[in-house]
Structures are given as structure tokens and as C-alpha cells.
T-cell receptor
Framework: GAVVSQHPSRVICKSGTSVKIECRSL??????MFWYRQFPKQSLMLMAT?????????EQGVEKDKFLINHASLTLSTLTVTSAHPEDSSFYIC??????????????FGPGTRLTVL | EDKVVQSPLSLVVHEGDTVTLNCSYE??????LLWYKQEKKAPTFLFML????IEKKSGRLSSILDKKELFSILNITATQTGDSAVYLCAVKETSGSRLTFGEGTQLTVNP
């Protein structure tokens, strides 16, 4: 149980284009999902918290107009990187909060999306 | 500002060795501490610790939390090459469910 998928796993795009990344909780409902980015040899940096049916909460320094987050259902959140530039190249990871797993409140991570902007 | 510090940042051992990874934290409203293992892709969940002094075990891995001294350790006994990974420590606060991650410890187990 507690499987989170991400699609695509890898994407290469040209500078100026937009890229959408999907995050799905496959066997549980996630009212809250999180989006992280990770640069090589660095830890995960939280970008935003995505709440189903409401606006996402962005961390300081993260441009909400550049990183559009939509959490339209209890199992799906999307991150759209708009007008991507080479400096947006990174590993993007989502996690979904499972509050039903035996009473524990645990986040489960998707496999990540490697974005390369040329 | 919340802070999670892991040490060492990097560790190289031989198969069969026992390792101890450290995580100290400074957060305003601590709720729980989590350990994750990250190999090539996204982190996989290992342990969640909420109470002091209660050891959690899973096979050769174990972890314990000290809320007075604000740290946790992750022990791996009889290490194997498959244990090679980055081990991440994260802290959750009482308000909301966001995690603050440490930098991670890169563990390399040589045959």
C-alpha cells in the first residue's frame, strides 16, 4: 500500500516551454500533497504544499506564477513549470500525506521527475 | 528558522561494519522525526519517531529519538552493499504537515 506515482519520470524540453508533472496517490486519498525539488548532492527543498480543493501554499522564494500547482482531486496533484529555463533543471519530487495508515501520519514519496531544460 | 543537521555528511565502510548516523534538530513545535533512505530516485520511508527513548527496529536498522537533547540516531548493523544510499532525516512540526529535511548522509558500503 501507500504508493505514489509521478509522470513523466524524465522530461527534456526547450527553454520557454511549459512542462506539467503529475503526482498520483494510487491506493489512498491524499488531501495534502507536497512538491519538492532537489539539486545534485543536496537535500530536498520544499517548494509548496498542495491542498485538495484550495490554493497551494508556497514556500518563501518560490514563484507561484512560475510553478503552478493544481490539486483537483484527492488522488492527483499537478505541478506546471511555466516558461522553463535551464536554471529550472532539477529533480522534482512529490509526496502525498496518508493520514489513515494505522493512525500514523506519514508522507510517501513519488519516484521523482528529472527535468532538463535546454 | 527550523534547522535539521545530519552528520557525518559522508561515510565509507566495509560490509559487515556497523554504522551510526546522527540527526540533530531545532524546531519550534516538534511533532515527529522521520528517517528516509534515498537511492537513485525518491526517498523511501524507514521510521517515524515521536516519543523519546523508544527504539524502533526493522531488520538490521534501528532508530531512537532523544527529545531532551534534540537528536536521533539511525543504526545499521552488519551493513551490506545494498545499504549504500543517502539517508535523510526530516522533522515535522505540530502545525501542518510540512517536513524540514537535513542535508543527508551519503553512506557507501564497500564489499
Amino acid at each position: 500500500g501507500a504508493v505514489v506515482s509521478q509522470h513523466p519520470s524524465r522530461v527534456i524540453c526547450k527553454s520557454g516551454t511549459s512542462v506539467k508533472i503529475e503526482c498520483r496517490s494510487l491506493d489512498f486519498q491524499a488531501t495534502t500533497m507536497f512538491w519538492y525539488r532537489q539539486f545534485p548532492k543536496q537535500s530536498l527543498m520544499l517548494m509548496a504544499t498542495s491542498n485538495e480543493g484550495s490554493k497551494a501554499t508556497y514556500e518563501q522564494g518560490v514563484e507561484k506564477d512560475k510553478f503552478l500547482i493544481n490539486h483537483a482531486s484527492l488522488t492527483l496533484s499537478t505541478l506546471t513549470v511555466t516558461s522553463a529555463h535551464p536554471e529550472d533543471s532539477s529533480f522534482y519530487i512529490c509526496s502525498a500525506r496518508d493520514v489513515t495508515s494505522g493512525g500514523a501520519d506519514t508522507q510517501y514519496f513519488g519516484p521523482g521527475t528529472r527535468l532538463t531544460v535546454l | 528558522e527550523d534547522k535539521v543537521v545530519q552528520s557525518p555528511l559522508s561515510l565509507v565502510v566495509h560490509e559487515g561494519d556497523t554504522v551510526t548516523l546522527n540527526c540533530s534538530y531545532e524546531v519550534t513545535n516538534f511533532r515527529s522525526l522521520l528517517w528516509y533512505k534515498q537511492e537513485k530516485k525518491a526517498p523511501t520511508f524507514l521510521f517515524m519517531l515521536t516519543s523519546s527513548g523508544i527504539e524502533k527496529k526493522s531488520g538490521r536498522l534501528s532508530s531512537i529519538l532523544d527529545k531532551k537533547e534534540l537528536f536521533s540516531i539511525l543504526n545499521i548493523t552488519a551493513t551490506q552493499t545494498g545499504d549504500s544510499a543517502v539517508y535523510l532525516c526530516a522533522v515535522k512540526e505540530t502545525s501542518g504537515s510540512r517536513l524540514t529535511f537535513g542535508e543527508g548522509t551519503q553512506l557507501t558500503v564497500n564489499p
